[in-house]
């Protein structure tokens, strides 16, 4: 079974960071690009980052470009995002979400549960 | 950049009830990047449509999408209570449309 469990997510004061971690268990994790996708309350979705399978491809929403940082750690079957100069925008529910494809084809099969991030002073 | 619309905002409808929903892009949309999500509160969005009109994975047959180019549908033959839930359509850059809230009446 496909399990996708965020963690780290809290509150932080605008201008701080913050790293959001994945821990990926089911599937083969080096096989699938993986991506974050965030929601903030009461609105939609938006993509934010995608990693390619073996890590050297990754892609940025305009919104987080230069501020985000996507990774993965292969052998801890672990996805990363990490967060610097937040923002009160950047408050949402943050999930990670596995594509279909190595390389990333934006079709999202499995998603976590999320990690709320809330950016406030 | 491709922008996705989704109407109407909100359908108000019946158990046993058709629902057709509607996703245009502002640009012609390779119809194997387009892929339709339910989300019900509290929970993280579900894979329902991908490739416009394939079903994923353990996704009932009332469920079904087509279109081409601009123009894409999500239709749901006949509602079930579980069906009550917000809607999203997405291509491939990521982007997704703003949601459409399908209600009981």
């Known amino acids: 079974e496909v399990q996708l469990v965020e963690s780290g997510g809290g509150v932080v004061q605008p201008g701080g960071s913050l790293r959001l971690s994945c821990a990926a268990s089911?599937?083969?994790?080096?096989?699938?690009?993986m991506h974050w996708v965030r929601q903030a309350p009461g609105k939609g979705l938006e993509w934010v980052s995608l990693?390619?399978?073996?890590?050297?491809?990754?892609y940025y929403a305009d919104s987080v470009k230069g501020r985000f940082t996507i990774s993965r750690d292969n052998s801890k079957n672990s996805l990363y995002l990490q967060m610097n100069s937040l923002r009160t925008e950047d408050t949402a529910l943050y999930y990670c979400?596995?594509?279909?494809?190595?390389?990333?084809?934006?079709?999202?099969?499995?998603w976590g549960q999320g990690t709320l991030v809330t950016v406030s002073s | 950049e491709i922008v996705l619309t989704q109407s109407p905002g909100t359908l108000s409808l019946s158990p046993g009830e058709r629902a057709t929903l509607s996703c245009r892009a502002s640009?012609?949309?390779?119809?194997?990047?387009l892929a339709w999500y339910q989300q019900k509160p509290g929970q993280a969005p579900r894979l329902l449509i991908y490739?416009?009109?394939s079903r994923a994975t353990g996704i009932p047959d009332r469920f079904s999408g087509s279109g081409s180019g601009t123009d894409f549908t999500l239709t749901i033959s006949r509602l079930e209570p579980e069906d009550f839930a917000v809607y999203y359509c997405?291509?491939?850059?990521?982007?997704f449309g703003q949601g459409t809230k399908v209600e009981i009446k």
């Open positions: 979400a596995k594509d279909t494809y190595v390389w990333g084809s934006y079709r999202f099969d499995y």
């Open positions: 089911g599937f083969t994790f080096d096989d699938y690009a």
């Open positions: 990693i390619s399978g073996d890590g050297g491809s990754t």
């Open positions: 640009q012609s949309v390779s119809s194997s990047y």
């Open positions: 490739g416009a009109s």
């Open positions: 997405q291509q491939y850059n990521g982007a």
